[in-house]
């Protein structure tokens, strides 16, 4: 058996370590508050954003648009937004997954880090990363989307980059996240005019200025709406990711402490014992 | 029909917040296309806005707001404006406008090769609108 000494220092060790989960826990929840409310506000914007896209995909179906089929070239880029920190549990691991597992030729992808933890991950698997932002996660703007998205559909319309993915975190609620891959372009016209019919369409909508042009001005959006709406909400679940996390911690910390005071209040029991018998031996030896 | 049925719903929405949502009579605002002034019953049309200033009418009063980039949905008894960047005149600061006014200007009368004309243009564009808003 460990001595008394060697337990009540492992103990305090725990101890300590407890309280910084606590801490983080308590952070992370303040965060989440914050970042739940940023996604639930943004979902307005996104889900209108949404629904005009393929209204308008859905009556331009026949359209010939370079946004609406894959361009010429291999190469795919991917918009990877992942945490800058760690201890979040599996959440930047399950992003990298995403790539590292699914369908992808390693040399055609072109990869767009947010975050630093993704992006220290693929390019240890020898992934080729084209851009890295590690500060946008930190806080997510609009304007940050913008510049991405209009990086991307640079290259898009150079024909550097045939297709274009989004890797993130999906925010389902606090406890359930899915990492997700998303298609940005090009749009996939028949899937969303599937969707289109079952939301049942509003009434004919016309366009100014033309079907082409407007395309041409409302896709760029979409994409950068989309990005936005990535980065709220992979914000959104890497706090609560971590909140998890460190919840599961504290309350394996608890759990070590009190086995290890039953181990300590034992111990010493144990040795009190042995000092009784001691001295009733050693009296009796006396006597 | 009576006064108070001449009223729609306008929402405009923004990624970070719905910046404005209620029954207004008409609203004017700068398009690709040229300016448009829409009232009730309009017939569905998307539009694309163009940097300019916003009008909401509702009754006798009167709001202005800088819109600078977007697209707007509108129907019969609903408009929706999915505002990339919007902004109440008290949120604009006009310093900075001015100086993004005489930096586009600059940008174009120089026209340097390299220089997106396009984007300058767009820039020039926002900061008139934004110090306009603010004037009036």
């Known amino acids: 058996m460990a001595s008394m000494r060697d337990i009540k220092r492992r103990k305090g060790s725990i101890q300590s370590t407890q309280q910084i989960t606590k801490a983080m826990k308590l952070v992370s929840t303040v965060k989440l508050q914050r970042a739940k409310q940023r996604a639930e506000q943004s979902k307005a914007y996104f889900n209108c954003m949404y629904e005009t896209v393929t209204s308008m995909l859905a009556k331009a179906g026949g359209l010939n648009h370079p946004y609406l089929k894959a361009g010429a070239s291999e190469k795919k880029a991917v918009v990877v937004i992942t945490s800058n920190r760690g201890l979040a549990g599996g959440y930047n691991s399950n992003v990298v997954k995403l790539i590292t597992k699914g369908d992808f030729k390693k040399e055609d992808l072109e990869i767009y880090a947010i975050g630093k933890k993704g992006k220290d991950t693929l390019q240890r698997h020898g992934y080729m990363i084209k851009e890295d932002d590690p500060d946008i996660i930190e806080e997510p703007s609009y304007v940050d989307a913008m510049a991405i998205s209009r990086k991307l559909l640079a290259s898009y319309a150079a024909g550097e980059i045939g297709e274009i993915y989004l890797a993130y975190t999906r925010f389902k609620n606090t406890v359930v996240h899915e990492p997700t891959l998303l298609k940005l372009l090009p749009v996939e016209a028949s899937e969303a005019k599937a969707d289109a019919q079952e939301t049942g369409s509003k009434a004919m909508m016309n366009f100014e200025p033309e079907d082409d042009e407007a395309l041409d001005m409302i896709i760029p959006k979409y994409v950068t709406s989309l990005i936005y709406g990535g980065l709220v909400e992979a914000c959104a679940s890497e706090n609560g990711a971590r909140m998890q996390a460190m919840d599961s911690a504290t309350t394996n910390a608890e759990e070590m402490i009190d086995h290890l005071s039953l181990m300590y209040n034992r111990a010493r029991q144990g040795s009190i014992t042995q000092e009784l018998t001691e001295i009733i031996a050693g009296a009796n030896a006396i006597s | ?136």
């Open chain 2, 1 to 136: 029909m009576a006064d108070d049925n001449r009223n729609f719903t306008l929402k405009i929405i923004t990624p970070d917040r719905v910046f404005y949502e209620d029954e207004v009579s008409m609203v004017e605002f700068n398009t690709v296309e040229g300016e448009v002034g829409i009232y009730k019953d309009h017939i569905p049309m998307t539009m694309i806005i163009a940097p300019g200033i916003l009008t909401i009418t509702r009754g006798d009063e009167v709001k202005e707001a800088a819109l600078h980039a977007g697209f707007t949905e509108v129907l019969p008894d609903k408009v929706t404006i999915l505002a990339e960047i919007i902004e109440w005149p008290a949120e604009i600061d006009v310093a900075r406008a001015e100086e993004a006014r005489s930096r586009a200007e600059e940008r174009i009368r120089e026209h340097a090769p390299g220089t997106d004309m396009a984007r300058a243009e767009l820039a020039l564009k926002r900061a008139v609108a934004r110090i306009e808003s603010v004037r009036e």
